[in-house]
């Protein structure tokens, strides 16, 4: 299908970009790279007033390394993430992650920024920022302001956002040497919506863990910090505080039951991803299955 | 407020101008305005990559981008590649190999093969499965194409070499 009539217009800067969401509200949509939003309005899911176009706006592109913050600019594209040498020394996750977020075409075209905003529940970038407790900095008429990645997403398509402002950028602290990151999604096809995923940053010392941050996506209805890694920090992992850890991660979820799986399904992914993950980053591949009775 | 909106850009090297709805997206554009068909449409929410073209040297799906935002913009389509002579070796490997039935997802196979093969010099099937993944063919099974794109990539490195 095609969108249904919109008005147009192209912000000529961040200033201006807010002054137009200032005056239409929540009657308009922010347009960066279009590639959630285009679908959707296709679909006619979706069929705002008017779109404010800010990808022309280059104060909001960019991969920066401020301190010991790596900041991206809300319109940096997934292909941009995929190339940076910052992202590979300094949150490889993302890297890892948007090998998986749809195919080449789109990641031409798509933003970090449209991403998080957009919020889908399935999609990686999300997971990611919640992973690697990134910070999203928003501005509206009012200023800046910071809000965690843990706070900005808020149900599906649901965010902190309010709708007289744009997200700007975010701030991702910048992984250190001991630092190691865990990426896998279950998809009927590479490339597709994920079916259950994980995004994981850890730090491992002596063999065991003494931070670690686990992201799952599709399992709920925004991206889920599990709570079971605490199971896992500062203790030496066995099969069976594995298998606890899982029990506790499979009770944590609230999964929705859709054409691609069962909440049952996903629940038992997400344990199946939870063992892969720790067994990959101790480096102990028999922990992988190992559990499980 | 959706009157018309002035919009310049290049299509296959030759520049236009025109006034387009906002709603128009690029797909549409390039084959209603400019009668540019090669572009084919499928799905229309950016599944299918059938209409697959390159702006300013990336590809990206023409259903998903507005006119309006293809603004100063170089875009080429399966006809500017094809004229060009740049993909007659890809178009006759596809060809000697069976690798479409029906045609119509072939413009944006080609687009997205040629792609990679800029990119990657001799990508291995898996490569090119990945790279292909996001344009679907019902007809071939896509093993001929991917058998024509390493053909292709082949015969690119020995005359290269």
């Known amino acids: 299908m095609k969108a249904a009539a919109f008005a147009y217009a192209r912000a000529t800067s961040v200033v ?7 005056m239409h509200g929540d009657k308009a949509k922010v347009l960066s ?34 301190g010991d913050l790596l900041v991206i ?17 300094h949150a490889r996750l993302l890297r890892d992650a948007v090998a998986h977020v749809a195919h080449p075409a789109i990641r031409n075209r798509g933003t970090i920024g449209g991403s998080l905003a957009h919020a889908d529940p399935a999609s990686e970038l999300p997971a990611c920022v919640v992973a690697l407790d990134a910070t999203i900095v928003v ?33 991702v602290p910048v992984a250190g040497q001991a630092s190691t990151f865990f990426f896998q999604e279950y998809a009927r096809r590479h490339g597709d919506y994920a079916v259950v995923g994980l995004a994981a940053r850890a730090v491992v010392a002596a063999g065991r863990f003494s931070a670690l941050r686990l ?11 599990a709570a079971a890694a605490g199971k896992l920090i500062d203790a030496t992992v066995t099969p069976a505080l594995l298998a606890e850890a899982a029990a506790a991660l499979a009770d944590e979820l609230d999964p929705q039951e859709d054409q691609q799986a069962t909440a049952a399904m996903r629940r038992h992914l997400a344990t199946v991803l939870l063992r892969r993950c720790v067994a990959a980053l101790l480096a102990r591949p028999e922990l992988e299955t190992g559990v499980g009775k | 407020m959706n009157a018309p909106v002035p919009v310049s850009l ?27 068909t090669g572009t084919h449409i499928g799905c229309e929410h950016g599944v299918c990559g059938a209409c697959t073209v390159r702006i300013d040297g990336e590809i990206v799906r023409s259903c998903l981008v507005l006119t309006v935002q293809a603004q100063g913009a ?32 072939t413009p944006g196979m080609l687009i997205t093969a040629q792609d990679l093969l800029k990119h990657v010099s001799v990508p291995d099937r898996r490569a090119i499965r990945e790279h292909l993944s996001g344009n679907y063919c019902r007809c071939t099974g896509y093993q001929a194409i991917v058998d024509a794109v390493e053909a292709t990539a082949m015969t690119r490195a020995e005359r290269g070499a």
């Open chain 2, 74 to 105: 170089s875009v080429e389509t399966i006809e500017g590649l094809s004229d060009s002579g740049e993909i007659a070796d890809l178009q006759a490997a596809f060809r000697e190999r069976n690798a479409l039935q029906c045609g119509y997802c």
């Open chain 1, 139 to 171: 501005r509206g008429s009012a200023g800046e302001r910071r809000i965690t990645a843990t706070e900005f997403f808020r149900g599906i398509y649901e965010t902190a956002l309010l709708p007289d402002e744009l997200l700007v950028a975010v701030e």
């Open chain 1, 16 to 22: 201006n970009a807010l002054e137009l969401l200032a």
């Open chain 2, 10 to 36: 290049l299509v296959n090297g030759e520049p236009i101008d025109a006034f387009v709805l906002p709603r128009l997206n690029l797909a549409d554009f390039l084959r209603e305005n400019l009668k540019l």
């Open chain 1, 215 to 225: 992201g799952f996506f599709a399992v709920g209805d925004r991206p889920l910090l």
């Open chain 1, 33 to 66: 790279g279009g590639q959630s939003l285009m679908p959707a309005m296709n679909l006619r899911l979706l069929s705002p007033d008017i779109l404010v176009d800010i990808g022309g706006l280059a104060e909001l592109r960019g991969i920066t390394v401020r």
């Open chain 1, 73 to 89: 600019g809300a319109l940096t594209r997934h292909v941009d993430l995929l190339r940076s040498p910052e992202v590979a020394l």
